[in-house]
Nanobody, 123 residues
């Protein structure tokens, strides 16, 4: 199985940028479809972005399309989420997730999850 550790969260002003990282260990990232989710206080877990292990197709929530970019570096066994033009409503704990093959990337039916990293955007 794979272990996932997120990093790169922090506090930023609206309009700023952050890059989140999700480093995998135990298995190679190339074995999994990968996703980013977030959870704001008092809300459910929300899909943010995903990338397929085969072909590299990417998917984004409408709320982040054009601002966030998901990517991966197999040499570093790391998944990234570049977040630009951040808004206060992007404030949440961000999680990366993995599953060997997931049919619907926007669902939370991934098998492995990281512990999360906090992103706080002030206005």
């Amino acid at each position: 199985q794979v272990q996932l550790v997120e990093s790169g969260g922090g506090k930023v002003q609206a309009g700023g940028s952050l890059r989140l990282s999700c480093t995998a260990s135990g298995r190679t990232l190339s074995s999994y479809d990968m996703g980013w989710f977030r959870q704001a206080p008092g809300k459910g877990r929300e899909f943010v972005a995903a990338i397929r292990r085969i072909g590299g197709s990417t998917y984004y929530a409408d709320s982040v399309k054009g601002r966030f970019t998901i990517s991966r570096d197999y040499a570093k066994n790391t998944l990234y989420l570049q977040m630009n033009s951040l808004k206060p409503e992007d404030t949440a704990v961000y999680y990366c997730a993995a599953r060997a093959t997931i049919v619907v990337v926007t669902t939370a039916e991934y098998d492995y999850w990281g512990q999360g990293t906090q992103v706080t955007v002030s206005s």
